[in-house]
T-cell receptor
């Protein structure tokens, strides 16, 4: 059974810092990996989707990398802003099924 | 265009009662998914529909949980004899064709509180 872990569980940084969020998964037979953002009391907003054949994806200040063989992904946020404060969730889609398996999330606080 | 919508946004019910949660997927999306998110955790898969049929219901925790999608669009998640442990945010997602490379789009969720 696929298990997804995110480290750290919580992170507080001053505005302007570059930061890295980590995601690991136990079964490397994945179809793709997705990073989401969740604001308090809200649903999930997709940030980046990386197919298993890809190594990274970029959108603005966000860059996500994927190392399928080692079961790891990182989300890099450049020049963090208070508006980046949210919970960031990593999810993988296995080759075997259509559902997403999520990590527990990283709660990010960017202080002005 | 309109995204995935869920109603109600909040539901408070007493232990033992029956509840229904509704999901309206993005128009034209054939695949629909239900997930449950407990406080401080990531969402967990419940059930996946392809069209009108449940293609995978392996995530439903027990037989008190049931979901339908009779016309291949709107879906209803039904919970019988609710328990306090059912309290969570129930998220619905839809995707265009339900293949593995298909991106899922999430609704805002229904926060269920069982007292």
């Amino acid at each position: 059974k696929q298990e997804v872990t995110q480290i750290p569980a919580a992170l507080s940084v001053p505005e302007g810092e570059n930061l890295v969020l980590n995601c690991s998964f136990t079964d490397s037979a994945i179809y793709n990996l997705q990073w989401f953002r969740q604001d308090p009391g809200k649903g999930l907003t997709s940030l980046l989707l990386i197919q298993s054949s890809q190594r990274e994806q970029t959108s603005g200040r966000l860059n996500a990398s994927l190392d399928k063989s080692s079961g790891r992904s990182t989300l890099y946020i450049a020049a963090s802003q208070p508006g980046d404060s949210a919970t960031y969730l990593c999810a993988v889609r296995d080759n075997a099924g259509n559902m997403l398996t999520f990590g527990g999330g990283t709660r990010l606080m960017v202080k002005p | 265009g309109a995204g995935v919508s869920q109603t109600p946004s909040n539901k408070v019910t007493e232990k033992g009662k029956y509840v229904e949660l509704r999901c309206d997927p993005i128009s034209g999306h054939t695949a629909l998914y239900w997930y449950r998110q407990s406080l401080g955790q990531g969402p967990e898969f419940l059930i996946y529909f392809q069209g009108t049929g449940a293609a995978d219901d392996s995530g439903l925790p027990n037989d008190r949980f049931f979901a339908v999608r009779p016309e291949g669009s709107v879906s209803t998640l039904k919970i019988q004899r609710t328990e306090r442990g059912d309290s969570a945010v129930y998220l619905c997602a839809s995707s265009l064709i339900g293949l593995a490379g298909d991106e899922q789009y999430f609704g805002p969720g229904t926060r269920l509180t069982v007292t």
